[in-house]
């Protein structure tokens, strides 16, 4: 069963960027069936998409976020990661690692990872 | 604005059934046959139960199904019990710009 796990810091000050891994067990990244996305939910609110990346490289990203994101992915270390740059308050979340299915739905979900901005 | 309308709240008593809207536009629900919905309890990551408008993963009790009528999308979940009480979210594809869409997510309260 295919398991995701994110890693990263917990704290990120105000205009640096946020940076986060997700490690992916159980299962090879490269199998070429599924998109590896990372969605956020801010405290007490709904979920938002950021983006995903296909094994090749292939990346799609939210437009409201597109010239902040870069997703990236390490065949070899079976990871993908998530940069965020310039982040201010807003962007404090819990991120959550998720794959997505060839049924075109988010159908495993790490546990997810709070990161905080704040000085 | 979460681009996917749903219902901030919705409620029912054990056993009763509960149907939960998602409505969009003709450009993601309307346009494509990728609407999800996904639980929530408080504290846990988002769980798939429904996928391409009405299809359930495996583990998932009949008790939850889904359709579609033009730019809606509705979750009922049929018989309620406690364990249903959590937060339910829609997702749909809006294409190859916008590609995914969340709704705003439904408290559903067991009474």
């Known amino acids: 069963q295919v398991q995701l796990q994110e890693s990263g810091p917990g704290l990120v000050k105000p205009s640096q960027t946020l940076s986060l891994t997700c490690t992916v067990s159980g299962g090879s990244i490269s199998s070429g069936d599924y998109y590896w996305s990372w969605i956020r939910q801010p405290p007490g609110k709904g979920l938002e998409w950021i983006g995903y990346i296909y094994y090749s490289g292939s990346t799609y990203y939210n437009p409201s976020l597109k010239s902040r994101v870069t997703i990236s992915v390490d065949t070899s270390k079976n990871q993908f990661s998530l940069k965020l740059s310039s982040v201010t308050a807003a962007d404090t979340a819990v991120y959550y690692c998720?794959?997505?299915?060839?049924?075109?739905?988010?159908?495993?979900w790490g546990q997810g990872t709070m990161v905080t901005v704040s000085s | 604005q979460s681009a996917l309308t749903q219902p901030p709240s919705a409620s029912g008593s054990p056993g009763q059934s509960v149907t939960i809207s998602c409505t969009g536009t003709?450009?993601?629900?309307?346009?494509?046959?990728?609407v999800s919905w996904y639980q929530q309890h408080p504290g846990k990551a988002p769980k798939l139960m429904i996928y391409e408008v009405s299809k359930r993963p495996s583990g998932v009790p009949d008790r939850f199904s889904g359709s579609k009528s033009g730019n809606t999308a509705s979750l009922t979940v049929s018989g309620l019990q406690a364990e249903d009480e959590a937060d339910y979210y829609c997702?749909?594809?809006?294409?190859?710009?916008?590609?995914?869409?969340f709704g705003g997510g439904t408290k559903l309260t067991v009474l």
């Open positions: 997702s749909s594809y809006a294409g190859s710009n916008i590609h995914v869409v």
């Open positions: 003709s450009s993601d629900v309307g346009g494509y046959n990728y």
């Open positions: 998720v794959q997505l299915g060839v049924v075109g739905a988010f159908d495993i």
